[in-house]
């Protein structure tokens, strides 16, 4: 988990995009990213998805025989009608849960 979630902030850095909020569990993945609305919420999930697979599969794989898959859906929404405090808590319960 701490290999993905250093991976995924590297591809936060190098996009210039801001990760406000990061939960990294067994099966699945809470991102909340502050992000110009240049850039599509379809765009941002193909690079963090696309991108992270292929660093982690090209360091680890070789090394422990474990590979990322990502499963193909995601669901992305923008926090323009919520705040951001709400988002956070939204993930910050989801980690809690499966603690």
Do not use: C, M
Request: glycine share 8%; proline share 3%; no cysteine.
């Amino acid at each position: 988990e701490d290999r993905v979630r250093r991976i995924l902030h590297e591809i936060a850095d190098e996009k210039g995009l801001e990760i406000v909020d990061l939960t990294v569990q067994s099966d699945h993945v809470h991102l909340f990213v502050s992000s110009p609305p240049k850039h599509a919420p379809s765009l941002l999930a193909n690079w963090f998805k696309g991108i992270s697979s292929r660093k982690y599969n090209h360091r680890y794989a070789d090394h422990d025989g474990e590979k990322i898959k990502w499963a193909r859906g995601y669901y992305a929404g923008t926090a323009g009608h919520v705040s951001s405090e709400t988002v956070q808590g939204y993930i910050q319960r989801h980690e809690e849960d499966e603690q």
